[in-house]
Nanobody, 115 residues
Framework: VQLVESGGGLVQPGGSLRLSCAAS????????MSWYRQAPGKERELVAL????????NYADPVKDRFTISRVNAKNTVYLQMNSLKIEDTAVYYC?????????WGQGTQVTVSS
């Protein structure tokens, strides 16, 4: 199982970014996917979750109505569209899945929101 995130960067407050997570090594369309983030000095926290077919999503309160998780199973990729970014969204963002009773993480992508 391999998860590779991309799309992070530096953005001003109020801006947007789209993160991608390319998956391989398992049947992507059969598993839920999630995005987590970890800010400096803080614990890693769940940002958003999407079911295997994409029909159901869930968001942490701080990102509701600003972030959108989606997936394209034909491309083995899950996305996180982040709008109206705030300074407090600065963190390393990770995608995660659970396959065969084991959790797998990507290497993370840095998102920095700063003026």
């Amino acid at each position: 199982v391999q998860l590779v995130e991309s799309g992070g960067g530096l953005v001003q407050p109020g801006g947007s970014l789209r993160l991608s997570c390319a998956a391989s090594g398992f049947t992507f369309s059969s598993y839920a996917m999630s995005w987590y983030r970890q800010a400096p000095g803080k614990e890693r926290e769940l940002v958003a979750l999407i079911t295997s077919g994409g029909g159901s999503t869930n968001y942490a309160d701080p990102v509701k109505d600003r972030f959108t998780i989606s997936r394209v199973n034909a491309k083995n990729t899950v996305y996180l569209q982040m709008n109206s970014l705030k300074i407090e969204d600065t963190a390393v963002y990770y995608c995660r899945t659970r396959v065969w009773a084991r959790y797998y993480w990507g290497q993370g992508t840095q998102v920095t929101v700063s003026s």
